[in-house]
Structure formats: C-alpha cells, structure tokens
C-alpha cells in the first residue's frame, strides 16, 4: 500500500499529534473451510441485475477464498461454461442447476436445488 492512499483505510482516525503514531490495520480473519460433507450448500437459478441473463447461483459455502476459488474452477471446467465467484457465492453462466448439483454431489459436498 502507497504512503498516499494508505488513510483510506483508516477507520476512524483523522489526525494524531503523536509524532510516532503507527495505525494498526485490523486484521480480518479468513473462515475456516468446513469439510465438504458439514457444507450446506444451495443451488438456485437468477437473473436479477444481470440483464436478463441466466445464471446458476450456489450460496452457503463457509471457507478461505482459495478453497473457493478452487470449486469454482472445477464446476466452471466440469459444467464447460464460464462463472466467478465473490463474497461466498459463485455464479455459473447459464441454467446448469442439474449438472451442478451432480458435480457437488460427486465431489461429496451436501447440496441441494432451491
């Protein structure tokens, strides 16, 4: 982070007259990832906000981004479509809700369509 941007992310303070002041960041911690078989995972068709696209939308997955990343990668290349995944959820593009929920299933995950 630069000297110049770095008071973006200060919460809270504006000035200090302490001349070696030091912010302290806080620190957010990254859920541990759950097993795939304790995952709850739901599976559910949207097209809200997307241009009237369709998209297969799997909510309720608790763990590190990376482990998020990881299954979104492998329901992109198993499924042949495209799809990102933000803040716990991944999108998948297109109506794949059946396809999806054979991979999860496979992969030992406990998933089901809403």
Do not use: H
Not at 1 to 18: A, I, L, P
Not at 70 to 92: N, R
């Amino acid at each position: 982070m630069s000297k110049k941007s770095d008071w973006k992310n200060r919460d809270g303070v504006v000035y200090s007259t302490n001349s070696d002041f030091n912010y302290k960041y806080e620190q957010s911690e990254e859920a541990e990832t759950l097993p795939a078989a304790k995952q709850n995972l739901r599976i559910k068709l949207d097209n809200a906000g997307r241009a009237g696209k369709q998209v297969t939308l799997i909510t309720g997955f608790i763990g590190s981004t990376a482990d998020l990343e990881s299954l979104t990668k492998l329901l992109k290349t198993k499924c042949g479509v495209g799809g990102s995944s933000k803040a716990g959820d991944i999108l998948i593009q297109g109506d794949v809700r059946d396809k999806v929920l054979a991979v999860l299933t496979k992969e030992g995950y406990k998933a089901r369509k809403v």
